[in-house]
T-cell receptor, first 109, second 111 residues
């Protein structure tokens, strides 16, 4: 099925560093979502973006919806060990989500 | 408070033995979804209910069935599990054209 292009595939960083990941699509989406998934758990919603160009923050997380509605980035500032997990972007037009391929984040103390 | 609840969290079944996974929600959402997720891949949509209307994905095997007896509950039935059906099964809910909220998942092991 259709998937969004998400990069990087994995990241290994040191605690305290900032992180940036992005998602691109050939299709336009009305809504862009970022989820985090811990091992053995379901995805948890981090940020939802509804308007082109929208920049939204949630604590140390910041995400932006691209002007063209075809891309988004997620930044994590001052990473901590509990940021470890897989981050998925997802685009939505109808009731279905199109997921990105995921970015696996590993944080070393 | 838990909003999307999945039971059990871990399920072991035998090859070919029918198994049912359950999902309940306290959000009163119209739409409920079942996803299959394998080893760090993105979740793959199996089907979803829009109220009582069932919407099957074209590539979902016939082995997978679902029931939604009321707004709060939705079940995933795997009629004859194969080894390839071992995966994490995720339930999600949403309001109309709204954000999806996921449950914690049920990890299925097929022996």
């Amino acid at each position: 099925g259709q998937q969004l292009n998400q990069s990087p595939q994995s990241m290994f960083i040191q605690e305290g560093e900032d992180v940036s990941m992005n998602c691109t699509s050939s299709s336009i989406f009305n809504t862009w979502l970022w989820y985090k998934q811990d091992p053995g758990e379901g995805p948890v919603l981090l940020i939802a973006l509804y308007k082109a160009g929208e920049l939204t923050s949630n604590g140390r997380l910041t995400a932006q919806f691209g002007i063209t509605r075809k891309d988004s980035f997620l930044n994590i500032s001052a990473s901590i060990p509990s940021d470890v997990g897989i981050y998925f972007c997802a685009g939505r037009n109808t009731d279905k989500l199109i997921f990105g391929t995921g970015t696996r984040l590993q944080v070393f103390p | 408070d838990a909003m999307v609840i999945q039971n059990p969290r871990y399920q072991v079944t035998q090859f070919g033995k029918p198994v049912t996974l359950s999902c309940s929600q306290t959000l009163n959402h119209n739409v409920m979804y079942w996803y299959q997720q394998k080893s760090s891949q993105a979740p793959k949509l199996l089907f979803h209910y829009y109220d009582k209307d069932f919407n099957n994905e074209a590539d979902t095997p016939d082995n997978f069935q679902s029931r939604r007896p009321n707004t709060s509950f939705c079940f995933l039935d795997i009629r004859s599990p194969g080894l390839g059906d071992a995966a994490m099964y995720l339930c999600a809910t949403s309001g109309l054209e709204e954000t999806q909220y996921f449950g914690p998942g049920t990890r299925l092991l097929v022996l």
